[in-house]
């Protein structure tokens, strides 16, 4: 190794910084979060080396770290999605239906193109431009049935150093023949995609039965058998999204006590599984999932835009299930982490309930690094943890600088960056401490 591999890299960021360190329910709002009206986060080589008061930390550094400074704005951890469909980007937008035949007008036939891997790589450099200029860096992702469509998402991901989770489809029924694999080929064409991509970098695999509906018995069966195969994947479908996809699953599978029981027969439940949306569920389900450790991903937009429903946050959360924020784009109608929690305010708003603003920063971070088991790793910035943040802009519109002005305490900031925040609140966003976003 010579000199230069040897010498670290060492960058300095001040500017206000604000993290989640507990869960708001948990510990109460007070001693969730860490603030610094004027802090400082030291980066080395892709990880963080310290983080504090700027007055404080800034004398310790060496003389040649450049120190970049942010005025006006707020440091915050990179945003992570636990439910996001990256072959639906082209559709975002699609007018008027509910989830089943919204998947036969409109998904499936844009998820046929990804067969093609010229196709599917274009649209996956989209899809990540969009996630990084709404500042989320990590997410949980939907390719097609098409091995093609995982490797162009790979390795658009592995170049830009990026810690995602995605998979494969699997669908044999219940699909237009040119979106069906077999049980079979799904299980190997996985296997093939865990064993070139599953630990590559920062990427890791999740097993991704479409929803129940859509699989045969043997291919939830294989879906197990692979989930359980290797260490550390994971596993991602629906659950419970839609009244007429719950009653669908019942006639497909009589024998099984409900929904849940499904997955849980053919072990697809328990750490690292994370199940989009969960409108729909019962205490019985709440409490398997929480005992199990599997996840839960809130999508309030996508809930709102297909009519599926309101989500019990609080439900969930008494019985100990462990809950992360999702877009479900296309679905969805923003990549927006912050449009996404306006949303799940309204939602809240909609059952009589809250959503405290602290609460709001916690799930979409440390909350839904907790869900993806990858809270030792992201989720908010303490020391050691990979260097993946944004920088938010309070100027990035005239209003939102004129209602800050009027705030008069951070949780008022704070909530009114969820309001009236979006894609050009995103100043920068960093993964492994490089710039990998900056708004024109």
């Known amino acids: 190794m010579n000199e230069t591999d040897m010498t670290s890299h060492v960058t300095a ?15 109460g709002v007070e001693q969730s979060y860490q603030y610094f009206e004027d802090g400082l986060l030291v980066v080395e080589d892709g990880r963080i080396k310290a983080l504090g008061d700027a007055k404080s930390l800034l004398p310790s550094l060496d003389s040649g770290v450049r120190v970049q400074e942010y005025r006006d704005a707020l440091i915050t951890p990179g945003f992570i999605d636990t439910h996001i469909h990256f072959p639906q980007t082209g559709m975002i937008a699609s007018y008027g239906e509910q989830l ?12 046929r193109q990804f067969a093609d891997k010229a196709h599917a790589a274009d649209v996956a450099a989209i899809f990540l431009k969009e996630l990084l200029r709404n500042g989320t860096t990590t997410a949980l992702v939907f390719g097609t049935v098409h091995k093609e469509s995982v490797d162009a998402f790979f390795e658009a991901a592995h170049a830009l150093d990026l810690r995602m989770i995605a998979g494969k489809v699997l669908m044999d ?11 079979e080929s799904g299980y190997a064409d996985s296997k093939e995609l865990i064993e070139r991509w599953h630990g590559k970098g920062r990427l890791h695999y999740a097993v991704t039965p479409r929803f129940a509906p859509t699989s045969t018995p043997e ?14 994947l994971y596993m991602h479908t629906h659950l419970s999204e839609n009244r007429k996809e719950i009653e669908w699953v019942k006639a497909l599978f009589p024998e099984r006590t409900g929904y849940l029981d499904v997955y849980d027969h053919f072990k697809l439940i328990g750490q690292r599984s994370v199940f989009a949306h969960g409108v ?9 999932l929480a005992e199990t450790g599997s996840a839960v991903a809130f999508c309030p937009t996508s809930n709102l835009f297909l ?5 019990d946050l609080e439900k969930l959360e008494a019985h100990g299930v462990r809950v992360g924020l999702g877009t479900d784009v296309g679905a969805g109608t923003s990549f927006s982490q912050l449009q996404s929690l306006n949303e799940a305010y309204k939602v809240m708003q909609l059952q009589g309930k809250k959503l405290d603003p602290f609460k709001s920063l916690y799930l979409a971070t440390l909350g839904g690094a907790r869900a993806l088991y990858l809270d030792e790793r992201i989720g ?11 920088v938010l802009d309070y100027k990035a519109t005239p209003l939102l600088d004129y209602r800050l002005q009027q705030a008069s305490t951070l949780a008022e900031k704070l909530f009114a960056l969820t309001i009236l925040g979006d894609d050009r609140t995103v100043k920068e966003t960093f993964a492994a401490g490089r710039s990998v976003h900056q708004r024109g």
Not at 173 to 183: E, G, I, S
Not at 280 to 288: P, S, T
Not at 307 to 311: A, C, K, P, Q, T
């Open 13 to 27: 960021y001040r500017s206000a910084i604000l993290h989640s360190i507990a869960d708001p329910a948990l510990v």
């Open 100 to 111: 089943l035949d919204w998947l036969n007008t409109y998904t499936f036939p844009t998820e």
């Open 173 to 183: 029924r219940n699909a237009p023949d040119y979106l069906t694999d077999t049980a």
């Open 219 to 232: 291919q939830l069966e294989l879906a197990g058998k692979l989930y359980g195969e290797y260490p550390g």
């Open 280 to 288: 729909h569920l019962c205490d019985e389900e709440c409490k398997r």
């Open 307 to 311: 009519g599926s429903g309101l989500f």
């Open 380 to 390: 908010n910035l303490q020391v050691g943890k990979d260097a993946d943040f944004v």
